[in-house]
């Protein structure tokens, strides 16, 4: 079984940037559908950006034009990266791959966004 791994997140001002990274030790990484999900307390898991095997993009309303997300089939790693961010924005942030209706979710990590 797949166990991604996220890296990458932390306290920074509004405004401020984050990239998120997680990465995934598969051999057919670049067959996985790629997304990260976001909670924060007392909310439900809701999806933040998706990208597929061939780099199409889905974002969610709140973070269009300010998060983007990538993919490194060859690193077995996908990104997410933030501007711009808000304290709305603040959450634990998942990786989450999947195949054909198999997934996997990664530990979380914390974003927190506060002057």
């Known amino acids: 079984q797949v166990q991604p791994v996220e890296s990458g997140g932390g306290l920074v001002q509004p405004g401020g940037s984050l990239r998120l990274a997680c990465r995934a030790s598969s051999p057919i990484f670049n067959m996985f559908t790629l997304a990260w999900y976001r909670q924060a307390p007392g909310t439900q898991r809701d999806l933040v950006a998706q990208i597929s095997t061939l780099k199409t993009t889905t974002y969610a309303d709140s973070v269009k034009g300010r998060f983007t997300i990538s993919r490194d089939d060859a690193a077995r790693t996908v990104y997410l990266q933030m501007d711009s961010l808000k304290p709305e924005d603040t959450a634990v942030y998942y990786c989450?791959?999947?195949?054909?209706?198999?997934?996997?979710w990664g530990q979380g990590t914390q974003v927190t966004v506060s002057s």
């Open positions: 989450h791959v999947s195949l054909r209706g198999s997934f996997s």
